[in-house]
């Protein structure tokens, strides 16, 4: 019986170093994180409207590329275009160039409001460095079931962490989930 109660202690003694260190492997992770959204503020604060807009062409790039392929039409992207200090989008579909004015309809712009509501977002991104903050999910699942888009969860993990990793989307405001 001693014996088993022996292995019985250091099994619990395993236990509670395996928590101890699972605790320290989080934080550490959160740490990481933490320091790496600081870093990336600060890039993104230092970047310029043409840094910027380069940026947001290669995450309309990769939506095109993903799910339903938003923002492409004929093999080309849609793309973010600076003129005279003011942000137009160039869309694929209809070859227009379209001022981006908010909370009014957009002439030759053919994708649906929720993008368009998303493609102003970014264009605030690109003149002033503030980034978006939850037009890329995660949705909770009485919005279409948590894929508003109809990409599925892992494009859209894809997608978001792009958008991360370029500064573009704000990491504290829209956490990562899986």
Do not use: C
Request: charged share 25%.
């Amino acid at each position: 019986m001693s014996q088993l109660a022996g292995l019985a202690e250091r099994n619990r003694l395993l236990a509670r170093t395996n928590d101890r260190l699972l605790d320290e492997i989080t934080r550490l992770t959160l740490d990481l994180r933490r320091a790496e959204d600081a870093l990336q503020a600060r890039i993104t604060a230092t970047a310029s409207k043409e840094e910027r807009l380069a940026a947001a062409n290669k995450l309309l790039e990769l939506i095109g590329q993903h799910g339903r392929h938003f923002f492409r039409h004929d093999d080309e992207t849609s793309h973010f275009v600076l003129k005279d200090g003011k942000t137009y989008f160039f869309d694929a579909k209809t070859k227009r160039t379209i001022a981006i004015i908010k909370n009014q309809p957009w002439s030759g712009f053919s994708e649906g409001y929720t993008l368009q509501s998303l493609i102003v977002n970014i264009s605030y991104y690109i003149l002033t460095g503030r980034r978006i903050q939850s037009d890329l999910g995660p949705w909770p699942d009485y919005i279409a079931n948590g894929d508003l888009w109809g990409y599925g969860p892992y494009a859209m993990i894809i997608i978001r962490r792009e958008a991360r990793r370029l500064g573009i989307l704000d990491q504290a405001l829209a956490p990562e989930t899986t």
